[in-house]
């Protein structure tokens, strides 16, 4: 089933001679491949037959929300009154305005926030914005702070994400439970302190119970707490950030909002604020005035993430699907979320040492290779879950079924855990054996890097 | 899924006899029972969010899109329209692309992989350089990234970034916050009649540069003529050059690589998505040498356990999943499925259409520009240059006069000055042209 | 693929060098030595039809379309309009089923296999009967092979055909082509304020009759209350009774085997399709004793040779690919990808969904009609019947003034007499109900 | 990679009780299949996977012409302005009459006939339509006509569809070359004779090179000519039935125009007759009128054979294609279908009885089963001919391989010809073993009758 690449099929070199610019001003030729539509066609239907998606069958990837993106959506997202150009007068772009204002709204609810930008246009950007918007703030207040405390078991974007933006990264150990150590905080924290980055439930599918002593601690060393949003769908209609002291969050459109992962993006990452940070958000935000919406400033924004206005088609998938689900819809699916979770945790061999989960658990692989384990379970025909993170687990295997999943699906996946839990090492380590794929020699890959079809003939 | 029936999320398949099955078995007896939430931050209001059904939902959203006008936009300036065949949206929709994950499980994602492989491959013949990612955001965050690639390359020095003194606002504004963090100063230097005005440029390079800024074709449209000596001067200081352009007109102008650029950044949208009020698709592509400096994601060919080829993210090592505040960007979630569409586009163009396409960009710019400069009270282009999609145009009324009397009458073109309005003319707006030209006439007099 | 660059069709990927190897190797040195055709029949001229690139061909369709007026219909009598979820057109949109081809490798086509027996399946569910065949072309060519089935069994004699006096014309017009082929003659019945007169019937019927016909719900939307006697009418004198509905319709009303149904037909694009101009599902259901005699392709459940159920076309030595003249029907290319649609639809629905979208079809016919029987000059219902979907409105002013002037306001409803006008009303034309009877009320008057 | 029955996933049973009608008029209960969006959308995704179509691989399906279903025209056919009810009055409706109009044109100028009627949803009813409007003509004459004439090696359908419209049927023997035998015309031709049907280029891929002698033996005895449009895909820009003598005809337009097949249908089957018989076509008619357009009831008209107007989206395709292929496409459509069939003749090892072809062949499996054939080919990836028709050539291997194919992939199904014939009987019955369903017990599926999945539990 090997498909050969476009350049293999059929490639053709054209001259740019003889067209309306001077010669000196282009290049000589174009070499590309040249292939008929149908035979395009059949390319990418061929390469997508390869390829498994959430209507593939389950998807119990930790932390990433494989959830189902429905088709309506997308139908949506094709409308011809959605291609707009940016740079249209806003009186004739009415209905984008809206539909990103009415978008802003519901986003304020949910998280229990004042005020929200749509700019980011995906997670990591969010949260790069939001630590912006803290140091901003900071800036106006004629402080100075250095540092972003973030906790061992974080995402790596967060990290990332506080180093972007210049500050100096405090890694916070956990305690023994799995959720913040009060104390490492309070040692922590300090007037260094520009923020905490915090994701609730944490990467264990743990609540910080202790949020409200957390965002004391915080608050009174005049640091910030600020919500990593990829944890939200566990809450929806159950708990508010805004309502546990956090200043400013990042929501994953992704993951809470099922709009599609597209293969690694696009998402969108829009962010929320209390009143206190609104004027330090991203130019510019949807405003109503006079029955109308106009674009305004911030008085004080930290300026642009995104060229324009942020993932726009992303967004409005994400807005249609909040307007489907409604209050009932989004608290159900949480509450299915966290069941799911917790039935398929019910039926698996593998030790779960942390709890109670909410929306996923992390497993352990023990003895085996968590990183075997996944490529194991693909040969039963089911997406693995995130392994090898958070590191507090020996061998974690992070998984989060989803709302999506039915009963008769979580019983199938259980059964490839337990079936592979049961395996020897060397089955699993000559796994997978039934894909398009076999084990793919990843060193080998980095060491040696081929990273274009140029690069395959040297 | 009844209309009249909700009770909860349409997209999970409990019923209520599962549902209590299940909490059984998990030995609750209620889902609020798995919840481990302090009473105290509990939520116990209402968003105030009516559920819909699906066809409520569709009448709901469209009827507010259709509060946008059906206006004809002669827009440009970073967003451009081009004509995206069909079968782009039918083969990137289908759910094994467009609702898969990050690549992580290379066994299962084997199609996406290749489909990026063949993007990179494609950004690398139109660039002449050795590497391309498989996207950024969009041409602001892909600018922001170039500038703190320079901070990590040993050898580039200095802390001044150079960019031309019409670079739109939108995209300075990003870079000024990428360029922040490391602690780079952005600042500009003058154009001449749309393009790099090489004297000034030299006078403001130093070694305390580290990074040259260029477009091409340049947000006005016009199309650079010295580029290579820009490259130079950049080299001469041991900084960077990073170019901005787009995968279109890197089809018929100079490559990238033979004018001696370092980066080249940019927005690849142009393929693939059309007008999507600035949705974008980052192209990055860079020198071999720079690789182990890349941001974002790479696919790289392997080999599998049978030996036969296979593909695979690679250098991840580089990334913040891994690498966290060490990694070369906090990148994760990017546009793959974007750069998916704009592949596509261009395997459906091939090299024939794509040249063909790029051509178009300069007669149209060319022959409407032509054509306008015989109105009364215009005069186009008003750079003397060679044009790709846009131009320049004044206008003896005011330009915003202009632009909001064409807004009433169903067209949109930009004000770019007080007497200043920028037209882009792609094959999407071919038919309306001639009573766009009509138009302006009556509004222009 | 380029727009400038026509030159044949762009659906085959030959280069010229292509062509001219492979001209090489058949050993030709031209494509018309190819053609075998006598120089007195060969065409050489043009069909003067010009070649358009895809973004002129969908402009150009576009602009023919868009001719068409935008109209609320509350249009029904055959043709209705539902909700179609998105879904829908996601899943049957997949290349591999609306690019296969009938399933005469089964080995390779088990899914739509499988699809189309699920599709049987409902069916049988929806009648009570036994066996459904995988789709006709519409209602009046399945009623129409009804009436052809009458004539192959051995247990039904006779050569007249009775049908309601209100069928639809179009309807009938196809039942008469179907019928002269084996000599039938077709025959109307007297119905009363709508439905079946049943002493009329009675009296129409004898032993010379081959079949009986009739609807539930009925042309003008009425609900049938006797059915039953009308089965135990046509079983009197061994003629069948074939029944016309939907499946919408038979999600609620009686099932066609209480009433003695012998053959149910009727269309089923209700589900899955929406409004497409009269494109049809012809649905066929009949008794199990009949199933050698059933026209069209039918799916059985089968084993391959590793003894796993599978799915294959059955029963084909019917069929006219292989017994030729005297095959049950000429049918060959049915509806399959549409009854793909319909069992998808009916799948999304669920027993829920269905059940309460047929009761919406009763209560919204009801209210609309309490609504409009408020409005002066207009009576409604006319019939004192329960309704499904529609109903009949007696209307002071001439009915086709009332239909023309509704059409000036953007609303269509049909003209059945001289002061009759006929009202559809679905869940699609919910939003504007309001706005409809306030201008009736106006027109009306 | 069994998926099992909706019904075997979940299934309700829902009471039709305390409904808005009295409990005599309605059912007691429906049971059907109740799954959630998500497991619909994984079912029928699975089940697509297990479906082979054109964008899965070459399809060379003699007779059926399975060429490449541009994508655009779905699209068109998707538009809210296509969404017609058939009922509005026409002059609201002047875009879709337009449309029709204009296909009808264009096919009258393809096929070189003088008017067209777009009504019959199918092939077959095409050709069930042509022959009533041939009877009509006939019996508008005083004509009472008994037989069609057909040749042996002719689609079933043109059997079928004469004997529906009640006339006998007289199967014409061909003559060694593999074309209607002129003498065995003569002699069958007669007083009785309504029409002779008759595909040109004829199922073995061969010109009837007599066509004119045919037509006036025809038309001598009073009878009309009648072309089975199946292999016009064969003659676009080159030559037409309307020159050749025919009086009617119909159009496949998911063979020659690039509607997809659907699994099975819908289609459409135009016909298109001269203006003799013109007045007898099906009822209405689209006719311009003062600048519009409107629907007109020919004077003789046969009647419907459709309830409404036919497959209005399968002819909005086929217009769809036509406007954009042109005269040069169309024409070019035709050589490269002819060039292909040739070039893959040339390449493969059966024997091939009859020539020269045109776009397609029929090759002989020879001591092979040719249905084993075809199975085994399954093991190649491809998909095979059409097999043990037309029964003139022993164990036939009816191959078409449409313009749509490259040369790369006509070399790559050569070689899966000539591997599958160099293979043992044994090995061929065993075939396909690559495949989702192995070999399926056809004989025991019709013996044993299980035509739903209420019946599988008996």
């Known amino acids: 089933r ?21 010669d000196d001003l282009t290049r000589d030729s174009l070499t590309l491949p040249d292939v008929s539509e149908p035979e395009l066609a059949r390319h990418y239907t061929r390469l997508s037959q390869t390829n498994y998606g959430v209507e593939s069958g389950p998807f119990p990837l930790g932390s990433c929300t494989m959830k189902y993106n429905p088709s309506f959506t997308e139908d949506l997202a094709a409308s011809p009154d959605a291609a707009v150009h940016p740079d249209q007068p806003t009186e004739t772009t009415q209905g984008t305005l809206e539909l990103l204002y009415r978008l802003q709204d519901y986003l304020g609810r949910i998280g229990g926030m004042d005020a929200v930008s749509l700019q980011p246009p995906a997670g990591a950007a969010g949260e790069f914005a939001g630590i912006l918007v803290a140091k901003a703030y900071h800036e106006h207040n004629g ?41 490492a905080l309070e040692a922590a924290v300090g007037e260094e302190t520009a923020a905490l980055m915090l994701t609730n439930p944490n990467t264990l599918g743990l609540f910080e119970r202790d949020i409200e002593a957390i965002a004391e601690i915080v608050h009174d060393a005049g640091g910030l707490l600020y919500y990593d ?18 200043d400013v969050m990042h929501y994953n459109v992704h993951k809470t909002f099922a709009t599609p992962h597209g293969g690694g993006g696009p998402g969108a990452g829009p962010i929320g604020v209390t009143d206190e940070l609104a004027p330090f958000l991203p130019a510019p935000r949807v405003a109503e005035s006079g029955g109308g919406y106009e674009y305004v400033d911030p008085d004080r924004s930290m300026g642009k993430v995104h060229g324009f206005y942020g993932n726009w088609p992303v967004l409005l998938k994400a807005y249609a699907y909040i307007a489907r689900l409604g209050d009932a819809g989004l608290a159900d699916a949480s509450a299915k979320a966290v069941l799911n979770a917790n039935y398929l945790a019910e039926q698996i061999d593998y030790e779960i040492p942390f709890g109670p989960f909410h929306h996923e658990f992390v497993a352990s692989a023990g003895e085996q290779d968590a990183a075997d384990v996944a490529k194991r379970m693909l040969d039963y025909g089911v997406h693995p879950p995130t392994t090898k993170w958070p590191e507090i687990v020996p061998e974690a295997l992070m998984t989060e079924p989803t709302e999506a999943e039915s009963r008769r699906t979580l019983d199938q996946l259980a059964a490839a855990f337990d079936a592979v839990a049961g395996e020897s090492d060397e089955t699993l380590a000559s796994a997978p054996e039934s894909t398009a794929a076999r084990r793919i020699d990843q060193v080998r890959a980095a060491r040696e890097p081929r990273l274009s079809w140029q690069s395959l003939d040297e | 899924m009844s209309e009249d029936d909700a009770r909860g999320t349409p997209y999970a398949p409990h019923t209520a006899a599962t549902t209590a099955a299940m909490l059984d078995a998990v030995g609750v007896d209620s889902e609020a029972a798995l919840f481990d939430i302090p009473e105290s931050v509990a939520f116990d209001s209402d968003f105030d969010i009516p559920e819909r059904s699906e066809r409520e939902t569709r009448s709901h959203v469209e009827g507010i899109l259709g509060r946008n006008d059906d206006l004809t936009a002669f827009l440009g300036r970073g967003h451009y329209d081009h004509y995206v065949p069909s079968i782009v949206d039918d083969l990137a929709g289908r759910s094994e692309f467009l609702t898969s994950y990050t690549q992580y499980q290379p066994e299962i994602a084997q199609g996406f992989l290749q489909a990026l492989f063949e993007y990179q491959s494609m950004l690398v013949e139109l660039t002449g350089l050795g590497v391309a990612n498989c996207s950024m955001y969009d041409a602001a965050t892909a600018l922001g990234e170039a500038a703190t690639l320079s901070q990590r390359l040993r050898s580039v020095s200095g802390d001044r970034i150079l960019v031309p003194d019409l670079l739109r606002a939108g995209k300075r504004a990003v870079l000024d916050n990428y360029a922040a963090g490391p602690g780079l100063t952005v600042e500009t230097y003058p154009t001449t009649d749309g393009n790099v005005d090489l004297d000034a440029l030299r006078g403001a390079l130093g070694d305390d540069v580290a990074m040259v800024y260029a477009e091409n074709p340049t947000v006005r449209g016009t199309i650079e003529e010295g580029l290579a000596a820009v490259g130079d001067a950049a080299d001469a200081h041991d900084a960077l050059f990073c170019l901005g352009t787009d995968p279109v007109a890197m089809a018929l102008l100079e490559t990238p690589a033979s004018v001696g650029a370092d980066v080249v950044v940019g927005d690849a949208s142009s393929l693939g998505t059309g007008t999507a009020y600035g949705f974008g ?28 080829r296979a593909y695979t993210l690679t250098l991840q090592t580089r990334e913040q999943h891994i690498r966290r505040e060490r990694a ?9 499925w974007v750069a998916l569409r704009a592949a596509m586009h261009a395997a459906w163009l091939g090299p024939d259409g794509l040249v063909d396409l790029a051509e ?14 015989e109105i009364s009270g215009v005069r186009a282009p008003v750079h003397d240059r060679h044009h790709f999609r846009e131009f320049v145009a004044h206008t003896d009324q005011p330009a915003e006069a202009i632009r909001a009397d064409l807004a009433e009458e169903g067209y949109a073109v930009h004000a770019v000055g007080d007497h200043e309005i920028q037209i882009c003319a792609t094959e999407t707006t071919e038919r309306a042209v001639d009573d766009f030209v009509d138009t302006l006439a009556e509004v222009a007099r």
């Open chain 1, 2 to 22: 090997y498909e050969p690449l476009l350049s293999e099929k059929s490639s053709e070199t054209v001259s740019t001679e003889d067209g309306p610019l001077p």
């Open chain 1, 143 to 183: 402080e100075d702070r250095s540092e972003v405390l973030i906790p061992e078991s974080a995402h790596g974007t967060n990290f990332a994400s506080a180093a972007m933006a210049g500050y100096d990264v405090v890694s916070l150990a956990g305690d023994d439970d799995g959720r913040v150590d009060l104390d």
């Open chain 2, 328 to 336: 070369t960007s906090n990148i994760c979630t990017n546009q793959a």
């Open chain 2, 281 to 308: 698709l980052g192209l990055f592509v860079t020198r071999e040498a720079y690789l182990r400096q890349v941001p974002g994601r790479l696919v790289g060919a392997a080999e599998d356990d049978s030996g036969r």
């Open chain 1, 229 to 246: 949003g990829a944890n939200l769908n566990a809450l929806l209609g159950r708990a508010r950030p805004g309502d546990m002291g956090f």
């Open chain 2, 360 to 373: 178009s960009c300069v007669t149209r710019a060319r022959d409407l520009a032509a054509r306008i400069d």
